[in-house]
C-alpha cells in the first residue's frame, strides 16, 4: 500500500519486521513534497519509532491475525497455548509474555497475536478470575473502609485488597491496572 | 450525521462566515472585481507536487489560476475570488482534499506590494472580530501589530536551519525544513518569508540581478502556512520552460500532466500583476483558535 493510504492500526512490515501503527501525520508545504510521519510500534520488540515517509512510498501489509487461544502450561519461561479453533499448538517466550504472566491461570481464555504462524503478542481478558493463596489477617479493630493489605495469588501476582479478603477466596482483577475489582462469591 | 458535532463547532462556524464576510468587504472596498471561474476543467496548471482530482471528464481545480490569468490578460482588473479548490491526497491536521481559498490579483504590483496588502487584510480581521491585534492561538499570545517580520529565504534557513538553500540545491530538504522548522521559527510573531529559490516558484517572476530567486513570498503565523504571493511570471517562453520541469517531475511519479498551451497564449497578454492565495480554513483555524481543520469545517469528511 502507499504510505498517503496508511492510517491509524494498519500493521505495515518493514525490512522483515511487522510494525503497528499508532498515528499517521500528514505536514506538507503549499508547493512542496508531501511528508507523513508515522508513529511505529515494533510487534517485535514493543519499540516506538517516528520515522518520516514521501508521497509515493511503498509498504507491504503485515499479515497479522488474532486468534482466540487457551493457556495450558509453563516450562522453563516457555508458555504453551493451544489454538481452540484448529488445536494447534504455539510456544510463548517469556520475554513476550512478560508481567502478563502474572494472570496466567491453567486454561485460561486469551488472544494471541500471530504474524503468520509466530505467536506475537498475548491479549489478557479485561479481568480474570484468581484465588488467593496468602494474605495477612486483618488487624481486629481496624476500619474496613480504604484498608487496603496485600495478598499473594495462586500465579504469584501481589495485589492490594481489601481488608475483609480472606486466602482461599476468588477474586476478580482487572489485567490492565492490576488492581482488585470484587470478590467472586460461589 | 453527527447533529451533536454540528451542534458544537456553531460558534466556530458562525465565526467562520463573518470572516468572509469582511473579507469580501475588504476587497470590494478596495474596487477588487469578485470574479468566478470554473472548478473543472480539461487539464490543470502543471505542478509537481499539487495533484487534481481526476473526474470522468476533466480535473477539479487545485487553484482558480488556470482561469483568472486570462480574465487578468483581458484587462479585468484586479481580481479575488473565493472558492472552493481540490488537492488529492492532501489529509492532516491542516489539509483536506477539498478546500476554500482566496485567490486575489493586483495590477501594476509587486509580490512585496501583496504582502503588505495581506498583511492589512488580516490585521482588520483581527482587529473587527477580536477588538485587537493580539491574537491568542493555542495558548501563545501572537502579536499581529505591522509591520510584520520580514525574513529572506536565506536567512531564515541560516537561522533556524543552519544551511542555505540558495545556494544549496536540496530541494527535499527545503520541503521538509520548511513545513517542520521555518513555518514556526517566530512562535509570537507573523512571518514573511521572501525570495524562494527558482526551482520552487514555478510561477514567480525572476527576481531582476539576482536569478537564482523568484519574487515568491509566503505568510506563516503560528506555525500555519496561510499565504502565498508571486509576482506573476509574465514571459510565456519562460513559463513554458518552468512547466517542462513541473511535467517531468510529475513524470517521475507516474503522473502525465499536459502543456496549458491557451494558458500559455494568455500570459503574453498579462499585464505586470501580483498574486495571491490564501488558505481560508486555516485563516479561520488562527480566529477560532481551532488546532485542526476539522474544527472549522461543519462537514470535514
Known amino acids: 500500500m502507499e504510505v498517503s493510504e496508511v492510517s491509524k492500526n494498519n500493521k505495515l512490515l518493514i525490512d522483515g519486521v511487522p510494525f503497528a501503527v499508532e498515528n499517521v501525520s500528514f505536514v506538507k508545504p503549499g508547493k512542496g513534497r508531501a511528508i507523513y510521519h508515522l508513529k511505529l510500534r515494533n510487534l517485535m520488540t514493543g519499540v516506538l519509532s517516528e520515522p518520516t515517509y514521501h508521497s509515493g512510498d511503498k509498504f507491504d501489509e503485515a499479515s497479522i491475525t488474532v486468534r482466540d487461544m487457551q493457556f495450558l502450561y509453563e516450562e522453563h519461561g516457555h508458555y504453551h497455548f493451544m489454538d481452540t479453533g484448529s488445536f494447534e499448538q504455539y510456544i510463548m517466550d517469556e520475554t513476550i509474555v512478560g508481567d502478563k504472566k502474572f494472570y496466567l491461570k491453567d486454561s485460561l481464555g486469551v488472544q494471541v497475536m500471530m504474524w503468520e504462524e509466530r505467536p506475537i503478542d498475548l491479549i489478557l481478558p479485561k479481568a480474570v478470575e484468581l484465588k488467593v493463596v496468602e494474605t495477612e489477617s486483618s488487624m481486629k479493630g481496624a476500619t474496613v473502609t480504604a484498608q487496603q493489605k496485600l495478598a499473594k495469588m495462586e500465579t504469584g501476582l501481589e495485589i492490594g485488597v481489601p481488608a475483609f479478603i480472606k486466602e482461599g477466596e476468588v477474586l476478580r482483577i482487572n489485567t490492565l491496572t492490576g488492581s482488585y475489582v470484587e470478590r467472586v462469591v460461589g | 450525521m453527527g447533529l451533536e458535532r454540528l451542534v ?289 469545517l461543519a462537514f470535514p469528511g
Request: aromatic content about 8%.
Open chain 2, 8 to 296: 458544537a463547532r456553531k460558534a466556530n462556524l458562525i465565526r467562520r462566515a463573518e470572516i468572509l464576510r469582511l473579507t469580501r468587504g475588504f476587497f470590494h472596498e478596495r474596487r477588487f472585481l469578485e470574479v468566478e471561474t470554473p472548478q473543472l476543467a480539461a487539464a490543470p496548471i502543471p505542478e509537481a507536487y499539487i495533484e487534481p482530482v481526476a473526474t470522468e471528464r476533466g480535473f477539479l481545480l487545485p487553484s482558480p489560476e488556470l482561469y483568472m490569468k486570462p480574465l487578468l490578460a483581458a484587462g479585468y482588473g484586479d481580481i479575488f475570488q473565493i472558492c472552493r479548490v481540490f488537492r488529492k491526497g492532501e489529509k492532516g491536521a491542516q489539509h483536506r482534499e477539498e478546500f476554500t481559498l482566496l485567490e486575489y490579483y493586483r495590477t501594476g504590483a509587486g509580490y512585496l506590494d501583496l504582502a503588505a496588502e495581506t498583511e492589512e487584510l488580516i490585521v482588520y480581521l483581527a482587529e473587527s472580530l477580536n477588538g485587537s491585534t493580539l491574537l491568542c492561538y493555542q495558548g501563545r499570545t501572537i502579536d499581529l501589530t505591522p509591520p510584520w517580520p520580514r525574513l529572506s529565504v536565506k536567512e531564515a534557513f541560516m537561522d533556524a536551519c543552519g544551511w542555505d538553500p540558495v545556494t544549496i540545491d536540496d530541494p527535499e530538504r527545503f520541503d521538509f525544513e520548511l513545513a517542520t522548522k521555518v513555518a514556526s521559527m517566530l512562535p509570537d510573531r507573523p512571518l514573511v518569508l521572501y525570495d524562494f529559490p527558482t526551482k520552487m516558484a514555478s510561477l514567480a517572476r525572476l527576481k531582476p540581478g539576482d536569478s537564482r530567486v523568484a519574487e515568491r513570498t509566503e505568510i506563516f503565523i503560528g506555525g500555519l502556512e496561510l499565504a502565498n504571493i508571486f509576482s506573476e511570471l509574465t514571459d510565456a517562453e519562460e513559463q513554458r520552460k518552468r512547466f517542462k520541469a513541473e511535467i517531468e517531475l510529475a513524470a517521475d511519479q507516474g503522473r502525465k500532466v499536459d502543456m496549458p498551451e491557451d494558458f500559455i497564449e494568455a500570459l503574453k497578454e498579462l499585464p505586470e500583476a501580483a498574486g495571491g492565495a490564501l488558505g481560508i480554513d486555516r485563516l479561520v483555524m488562527l480566529l477560532c483558535d481551532a488546532a485542526s481543520i476539522e474544527e472549522v
